[in-house]
């Protein structure tokens, strides 16, 4: 029972830590007055991060200083990191990777976020909207994003990973 009220105490902990995190500790910074680039502290390997334009957006929803909206921000990151986590590198890359930010984002940062939020939940909570892929099942967005990738030429992989590699990654093959 005490381990269960430690671990319960330290995900609180966190979650105050998040709140309290910079936007660069949150975001990362692509390069600051000295010329260095800093990936996140929260989210090292995150594909949407490396995005300019996507980084910008999350920056503008951050900078409103509003407790949901810095949620809404922390709930996507944490989503794509699950994503990750649960299906590898690899089945959920095409989908981050390519993400689109829309042309005119300036007043509806937080709506588009809210909506990519809402789209990856349902995605990866409904079992209706998994797709079997020959390994178990995987939310249909991922795989979507995957084959229209390879229909537009576009690179399906993540750059470090090679049909080659031997890590524990799953590779779909078409």
Not at 129 to 137: I, K, L, M, R, W
């Amino acid at each position: 029972m005490a381990m269960v009220e430690e671990h319960r105490q330290g995900m609180k902990n966190d979650i105050i830590r998040m709140q309290e995190a910079s936007v660069d500790d949150i975001l990362g910074c692509e390069e600051n007055e000295h010329g260095i680039s800093m990936p996140s502290s929260w989210f090292p390997f995150s594909v949407v991060l490396q995005s300019s334009e996507i980084r910008s957006a999350l920056c503008s929803v951050l900078d409103n200083k509003n407790l949901d909206d810095r949620n809404l921000v922390m709930s996507y990151l944490q989503l794509e990191a699950k994503a990750r986590k649960w299906y590898g590198t690899v089945v959920p890359w095409c989908y981050f990777h390519y993400l689109q930010v829309p042309n005119k984002l300036a007043d509806s940062a937080e709506e588009w976020l809210r909506a990519k939020v809402d789209e990856l939940k349902h995605a990866m909570y409904t079992l209706a909207e998994q797709e079997e892929n020959g390994v178990g099942a995987v939310p249909r967005i991922f795989l979507v994003a995957q084959r229209k990738c390879v229909e537009q030429g576009l690179p399906d992989l993540p750059p470090s990973c090679s049909i080659n590699s031997d890590d524990d990654n799953v590779i779909i093959l078409s």
